[in-house]
């Protein structure tokens, strides 16, 4: 996935235009393209989940991003039997156009996938299908995004590449949050872990550990907004505070990457809970979240803390082997998460 990146700064994509994506989509064929009656095209895509460097990133120091397919979504498309184009979603069900606007973000991820490639105006049924829980900070919106693109170039049989598929989820992905660095789209779209920085170049890398992750959902919605507004002030009433956890917390996220490639998973799991500690001297962190993370490292866990924007969403602890992963995932549910997930790290 690294290559499909060289020169492509993640943080400046607000200004990538229609025309931009179509010269950067070489090798398309400028002839409108269009489907028969009977095809169906399928898209996926899964979940992500931050394993360090929360908040940290922000400013520009490093943080490790895994995919996380445990939760995953499924879009069909097929001719539509109305005039128009449908979508069909937990929340919506009619045509696109008289969609609501919290899925906006998914319009302009329609409209750009068809206006990109000359797709002829034909009308559509678009259904979604989605297990990823929203505003947890697993990129469930991202990953909608991407899922959608995929199922309209197979319905199309198009061959899109991850540099197209990056360039329109992101433009959609500015919708829905005003800005993105890129990275959501890159994980719910691909199978490698990254260390990611802001200002270089993703890097992809093998992770092979004799360990498994436990996912919990504290069954609060996460606040990133909030939570990156809360640490901003912070930062501007004590400015060599904030400084100095932040430079703590990437030196973890080194030592984390470190760890990870020296097989040590007991010296990543302290690095987790040295994160957390961290991240709850910023503020973000919260009592439900401290709670359920105090019952993983009870429980057994290696490691544990918050993944995410914070205050809400989810917590991950690191387990020595999947019958402990099994115990630490119900400690955390006994302590008030709504739902786990576990998977091997390899």
Not at 198 to 210: C, G, H, I, V
């Amino acid at each position: 996935m690294g290559s499909s990146y060289q020169n492509n700064k993640l943080g400046k994509l607000r200004d990538i235009s229609i025309e931009q994506i179509n010269q950067a989509q070489a090798g398309i064929a400028s002839d409108a393209r269009s489907a028969s009656s009977s095809k169906i095209g399928n898209g996926y895509a899964h979940a992500k989940i931050i394993l360090m460097g929360e908040h940290a990133v922000v400013y520009d120091y490093p943080a490790i991003a895994l995919p996380f397919s445990a939760v995953q979504v499924h879009v069909q498309v097929k001719a539509s039997q109305h005039s128009t184009s449908h979508i069909d979603c937990q929340y919506y069900a009619g045509p696109i156009d008289e969609a609501p606007s919290m899925l906006a973000n998914l319009n302009r991820a329609i409209s750009l996938t068809l206006d990109s490639f000359k797709i002829l105006s034909q009308p559509i049924q678009i259904t979604i299908n989605s297990n990823i829980p929203q505003e947890r900070g697993m990129g469930s919106s991202a990953a909608v995004s991407v899922a959608i693109v995929r199922a309209i170039c197979d319905y199309y049989d198009i061959d899109i590449t991850d540099k197209q598929l990056q360039l329109i989820v992101n433009q959609a992905e500015v919708i829905a949050h005003e800005s993105t660095s890129g990275l959501d789209t890159l994980m719910t779209s691909s199978n490698k872990p990254v260390i990611y920085r802001k200002s270089q170049t993703p890097r992809p890398f093998e992770l092979t550990l004799d360990a498994y992750l436990v996912v919990a959902d504290s069954g609060q919605a996460g606040q990133t907004k909030l939570a990156v507004s809360h640490v901003g002030q912070l930062k501007d009433r004590k400015p060599e505070l904030v400084k100095e956890l932040m430079s703590a917390i990437g030196n973890f996220v080194q030592q984390a990457y470190d760890a990870i490639s020296e097989k040590d998973v007991q010296k990543l799991g302290r690095l987790m809970t040295y994160n957390h500690y961290y991240l709850n001297q910023l503020g973000i962190s919260n009592p439900t979240l401290d709670h359920i993370i105090n019952a993983a490292w009870l429980g057994g866990a290696l490691g544990a803390k918050l993944t995410g924007g914070g205050l809400g969403g989810c917590v991950i602890a690191l387990a020595n082997d999947e019958n402990s992963a099994i115990e630490i995932a119900q400690v955390m549910q006994d302590a008030g998460a709504i739902n786990s997930w576990y998977f091997r790290l390899s």
